[in-house]
């Protein structure tokens, strides 16, 4: 799996030849080595892919977003016949137990409110209500902490007025950037052979993918963190990039120093073991480090 995030945001021919993507616009040609890729946003419908770039990035396990008339992603890619994917793997998953999904959904919204309260102490805000919200969380969260949580948390980030529904540039760019978190949690489910629309709390029949949206609880406030310390108006092309390479920044995860794509990628495979009964205990541990590395550089085409 590779490194890069391409966003491809004018009019352009990508297509494939030998181990290359090659990028046609208006400015040139470039090429990036498929291996180097490890998502391809198409930010603009002016842009055409070939078929057999589709199937080269699939087989590499790119994920590939593409994006609507009005810049917002829409939908992505998802190989069939991913390497690891077998029979037992899916066996396993439809028997994951009750028990097992009921511990993990309790443990991921813990670290999502713990998260939260993180993000509110870094900008200085009270966090005694957040507290004792979290201080009532019970197995499986059957009372609903977390939306309870939510409903006291944004108000507190943003302002009292902020209400999450309300179409604002804030918003959009929440938004914005959990989709980019989505894909990159289904990324490396499909990749782990398992399926994205099983989950352990999500069930909706219109959601594709329910196991994805279950498993990326802990890092949305991430995205959170960095939108607030944001101050932008509409959601330009620089606050999309911004959310984009937010896949690149630094943060502790289970006390190691890693970028953010690195420990979703082990936090799913975490969850899966344990889910699987391949390990007993699990640990859910973000910390911010507000730093972005220089040498985590995106293409923006």
């Known amino acids: ?17 030998s181990r290359m993507m090659t990028v046609q616009t208006r400015d040139g040609i470039n090429q990036i080595p498929l291996e180097d890729i490890n998502l391809l946003l198409i930010n603009t419908t002016q842009a055409v ?29 998802v190989g069939y016949y991913p390497s690891t994917r077998d029979i037992d793997l899916l066996e396993q998953q439809v028997s994951w137990t ?27 805000q009270q966090v005694d209500e957040i507290h004792e919200e979290l201080e ?13 949580v939510a409903r006291k948390y944004f108000p507190l980030l943003f302002d009292n007025s902020f209400v999450r529904r309300n179409n604002t540039p804030i918003n959009a760019a929440l938004n914005y950037g959990y989709s980019i978190l989505l894909s990159t949690v289904n990324q490396e489910v499909v990749s782990n052979g398992y399926l994205t629309y099983i989950g352990i709390h999500h069930h909706s029949d219109g959601n594709m993918f ?21 101050k932008f108006y509409e959601l330009t092309p620089d606050v999309k990039y911004g959310l984009v390479e937010l896949l690149s920044l630094e943060i502790i995860f289970n006390n190691k120093k890693m970028l953010l ?23 859910i541990e973000v910390e911010f480090t507000n730093e972005v590395p ?7 085409v």
């Open 49 to 77: 892919i070939t078929s057999a770039l589709i199937s080269q990035l699939a087989k590499n396990e790119v994920k590939v977003i593409f994006s609507d008339d009005m810049h917002d992603p829409i939908c992505e890619t």
């Open 261 to 283: 794509k690195n420990a979703i990628c082990e936090h799913v495979r975490n969850c899966l073991n344990f889910l699987c009964g391949n390990s007993d205990e699990i640990n």
């Open 210 to 230: 329910n196991l994805s949206s279950d498993l990326m609880e802990p890092f949305r406030p991430v995205i959170d963190y960095w939108v607030a310390g944001q």
């Open 136 to 148: 009532k969380l019970e197995m499986n969260d059957f009372t609903n902490r977390e939306a309870t």
């Open 1 to 17: 799996m590779g490194w890069r995030s391409v966003i491809i945001t004018q009019h352009a021919k990508l297509s494939y030849s």
């Open 98 to 124: 009750i028990s097992k999904k009921e511990t993990l959904w309790t443990k991921i919204v813990f670290a999502k409110i713990r998260n939260q309260i993180k993000v509110l102490l870094s900008y200085g």
């Open 294 to 300: 220089s040498y985590a550089i995106n293409d923006n």
